[in-house]
């Protein structure tokens, strides 16, 4: 990957966290777990690499999973609760039916409970194994994640369609679609750099090829 790509994603994900800004529970900062939990975040990064080790398409999974988390009641991991008898949760809409990398979140949870039961956030995992995934490669963290957000307990489908920008947005509705959430331009292109790794789908923007509108 050149240094600009992984200058955007750096971007991307700092973003993500902080100009989306939906982190329950107060103020983030670095080491939190230090007392409860010293090990929480090597234990995240040594799984995470394990599995990006099997799966090199892992990284754009995970970012993604992660943008779509934040972009829709901030970054408190309600992607990754399941539906019930009485809701339809996040994960089921159809924007997130493509979504991939939920059983590397699982399991790095359930390492993490091994070691330090009830302590570490599932939103605090997502964050930490997207940054670190995308890092694989340079076998070093290439951003510091703040850490300390809580748990959301609430996830509904029916919010996915009308907080994720569609694919086939134009510019204009990209514009709109970026500002309600307090972001600039200036954002949405750096955002938009995630793109930068992955596999893309020629039937998700072939048209933009054409209609430069």
Known sequence: MKANNISLILLVC??????????????????????????????????????????????????????????????????????TANNTAERDSFPNLSLKGFN????????LENACPGVVSCADILALATRDSVSFQFKKSQWDVLTGRRDGNVSIANEVSGNLPSPFFNFAQLKQSFANKGLTVQDLVVLSGAHSIGVGHCNLFSKRLYNFT
């Open 14 to 83: 700092i973003l993500v966290c902080i100009n989306l800004g939906g982190c329950l529970g107060g103020s983030l900062r670095k080491n939190f777990y230090k007392q409860t939990c010293p090990r929480a975040e090597k234990i995240v990064k040594e799984a995470t690499w394990n599995h990006v080790s099997a799966n090199p398409n892992l990284p754009a999974k995970l970012l993604r999973m992660h943008f779509h988390d934040c972009f829709v009641r901030g970054c408190d991991a309600s992607v990754l609760l399941s539906s």
């Open 104 to 111: 590397v979140i699982d399991d790095i949870k359930e390492q």
